[in-house]
């Protein structure tokens, strides 16, 4: 008689399949949308730091102005200049723009041309109350012709997920680009939320502290993604930077109690795990406070926050004495807790990859 696999067995394999099919296309995506930017032409400059007391008032070269010059803006944030000189071969629509990161609290272009006289002054950012011309993008016009210029940028933000890096590209190409990096951030928000409403839904279901904590892992990294990516602030007019500088924190602490409620680790049965975990989690509500008492250090906190619960989670992934249990939870972040075959976490590594990559891409 032919006997049919375990129910259990094949639904993990289909589990693995789209996992791995879910990262590939992830890895495409992301590739077609950073490809549609390879024309761009980076504007690269000089960066200085502006004193308490510095006002702008029309200078034309920033290294005479008395500004302090940096190799590059500080991640604690700060205001901040960059002088670049640039030349455009053919008259045309163009787009200033900012690779590498969204998070920008204020910015400011001004491009002078040959004889110094301002023929652009735009400004924007997450916390202005200017509108931005174009759907989650910082990019703004300017009408260039033929000629040499020099580009003076002002920066003005509490933290930095990465270096911004000013650059320029044409009108036309820049609207056909911009199309797949934006379809490639909402694709990415909609799948978020929608495990955000099925983890929950299934945490309400069994009362599960497993669901309800990696329903709460995603909605953090769904709420940074959001907010780094500036669909918050788009769709709903929200101009604050608590969004992107505290949800990875409190994600990382859901994500400890969500890595001992699936492995079932007790004080009865791994003594050592439940003691480094209360650890792990007691340190992480440390950062949390810190973080909250010091907002320009929340970044940098966050990263060695994202390291402590990933380093956590992948030594209770290899330690746990169930072999099959640890297998499935390092390398896919799943299991079936019971004979009903309900999965009860998936990639837990890509989930945070997904949620925090974007800062600057």
């Known amino acids: 008689m032919l006997k049919l696999p375990d129910p259990a067995f094949t639904q993990n394999i289909r589990l693995h399949l789209k996992f791995r099919i879910m990262v590939y296309a992830a890895a495409c995506l992301t590739a077609w949308s950073c490809a549609s930017l390879a024309d761009a032409h980076t504007l690269a400059g000089n960066w200085f730091k502006e004193p308490d007391s510095w006002v702008y008032q029309g200078q034309i070269d920033l290294a005479d102005a008395g500004l302090e010059p940096i190799d590059k803006i500080y991640l604690t944030g700060g205001r901040f200049w960059q002088q670049a000189d640039f030349e455009v071969n053919t008259s045309d629509h163009y787009v200033l723009d900012f690779k590498n990161t969204s998070v920008i609290g204020y910015f400011r272009h001004i491009i002078l041309n040959a004889s110094g006289y301002p023929l652009v002054d735009v400004r924007g950012g997450i916390q202005s109350s200017e509108t931005n011309p174009f759907f989650l993008r910082h990019g703004r016009e300017a009408d260039l012709p033929a000629g040499r210029y020099r580009l003076l940028t002002e920066l003005d933000s509490p933290v930095f997920v990465a270096y911004p890096q000013p650059y320029l590209d044409t009108l036309e190409h820049y609207r056909q680009a911009i199309k797949q990096c934006n379809a490639l951030t909402l694709l990415c928000m909609g799948v978020l939320l929608s495990l955000i409403v099925y983890y929950m839904a299934q945490a309400l279901a069994g009362r599960r502290l497993s669901d309800a904590m990696y329903s709460l892992f995603i909605l953090c990294a769904f709420v940074f993604g959001s907010s780094t990516l500036l669909v918050f602030s788009e769709l709903f007019g929200m101009r604050s930077m608590f969004p992107v500088r505290t949800p990875i924190l409190f994600a990382s602490c859901a994500y400890v109690l969500f890595v001992m409620a699936l492995l079932k ?97």
């Open 265 to 361: 680790i007790r004080a009865d049965n791994y003594p050592r795990l439940r003691m480094a975990g209360e650890a792990v989690l007691a340190l992480l509500c440390v950062m949390v406070i810190v973080g909250l008492a010091l907002p320009n250090w929340d970044i940098e906190i966050t990263r060695y926050a994202l390291v402590l619960f990933s380093f956590y989670g992948m030594c209770n992934g290899l330690m746990n004495p169930d072999t099959s249990k640890g297998r499935i939870y390092t390398v896919s972040r799943g299991e079936h807790e019971d004979k009903r075959d309900k999965i009860q976490a998936p990639q837990i590594q890509s989930g945070i990859q997904a949620g925090c990559r974007q800062a600057g891409s």
